[in-house]
């Protein structure tokens, strides 16, 4: 089994396409319209994300689900010093794992999902 993808909820298709594009370099892979829903695929270096704008779920109490994507990076200070030039700031950090040899640093995407950069100077995987 291998990892394909990770989805996120948001509200608006298009905000979220132009964040991902601006911040990370993503590009539109395709898209499609499902009854009540606009889902597009982003994706990067391997890397695939779907976004999914719709109103199913929004308003019958369903509780809220946080989204936390992790990417790890080669050189974590040139991101946060491109991101910064692009107004986007830490959320938290940079942060040292010392134990694990990582830094990392935390973005708010704008649906309030967590964007994690990280740099791995030794793996676990």
């Known amino acids: 089994m291998k990892w ?11 905000e979220a396409i132009r964040f991902y594009e601006c911040f990370f370099g993503f590009k539109k892979a395709g898209s499609l319209n499902l009854t009540g829903e606009k889902i597009a695929f ?13 109103t199913e779920g929004a308003e019958d109490g369903c509780r809220k689900i ?3 994507l992790a990417w790890e990076v080669e050189d974590l200070e040139k991101w946060i010093l491109e991101l910064a030039e692009k107004d986007l700031h830490p959320s ?5 794992l010392e134990e694990m040899d990582w830094r990392t640093v935390f973005y708010t995407g704008c649906n309030g999902e967590t964007i994690e950069l990280m740099e791995c100077k030794s793996s676990i995987f």
């Open 66 to 68: 946080d989204v936390h």
């Open 42 to 54: 982003m994706r990067r270096e391997g890397i695939m994300i779907e976004l999914i704008e719709g």
């Open 4 to 14: 394909h993808h990770g989805g996120i909820q948001v509200k608006s298709l298009i």
């Open 92 to 96: 938290d950090g940079p942060l040292c």
